[in-house]
T-cell receptor, first 114, second 110 residues
């Protein structure tokens, strides 16, 4: 059974702090994704990665960066958190060459920036 | 105009009724369409996919696609309280990425 875990369910940070959101998957998936979910806006893709040390910008990468040093771990970094980054963050993984719609999501991290 | 649009709801239906969830998309070249269900506080899960015009049935769920009208819908027959969730429409776009709609919240009342 695929498991995607995220380091925190809830996180409260102050404006200007550097924030790390961690995601780990245990199914040897090549593809990993970071989304944010806001009411009425659905899931929006921030960054994705098809392989170790590889990253690609999604639709809303501004204010974020990512790191993928190991295949199972994909980190989202907010270099200087701002209040408009208060959101639910979802990590997902999928198999390379598999159907793109089959993504396994983590439980999410609800980040509040005050 | 959003790339994928859904009425945010809530859509309220009585138990046993048919729930109809609608989604429109802007990119005419889109070929693949998906419905995800997301329970409150949980992650999205894929429940239906559709690629061709017409209907696709899976149990109580029917996905309908009309590419000419750029319209995709999800019908849930014999709605149950356990169907209460937010339903996300997603479209496969260039670059093999998904674009999600904002979701429709469905409430099925006993």
């Amino acid at each position: 059974d695929v498991k995607v875990t995220q380091s925190s369910r809830y996180l409260v940070k102050r404006t200007g702090e550097k924030v790390f959101l961690e995601c780990v998957q245990d199914m040897d998936h090549e593809n990993m994704f970071w989304y944010r979910q806001d009411p009425g806006l659905g899931l929006r893709l921030i960054y994705f990665s098809y392989d170790v040390k590889m990253k690609e910008k999604g639709d809303i990468p501004e204010g974020y960066s990512v790191s993928r040093e190991k295949k199972e771990r994909f980190s989202l970094i907010l270099e200087s958190a701002s209040t408009n980054q208060t959101s639910m963050y979802l990590c997902a993984s999928s198999l390379a060459g598999g159907p793109v719609e089959v993504q396994y999501f983590g439980p999410g991290t609800r980040l509040t920036v005050t | 105009q959003k790339e994928v649009e859904q009425n945010s709801g809530p859509l309220s239906v009585p138990e046993g009724a048919i729930a109809s969830l609608n989604c429109t998309y802007s990119d005419r070249v889109s070929q693949s369409f998906f419905w995800y269900r997301q329970y409150s506080g949980k992650s999205p899960e894929l429940i239906m996919s559709i690629y061709s015009n017409g209907d696709k049935e899976d149990g109580r769920f029917t996905a309908q696609l009309n590419k000419a009208s750029q319209y995709v819908s999800l019908l849930i027959r014999d709605s149950q309280p356990s169907d209460s969730a937010t339903y996300l429409c997603a479209v496969l776009r260039a670059g093999n990425m998904l674009t999600f709609g904002g979701g429709t919240r469905l409430m099925v009342k006993p």
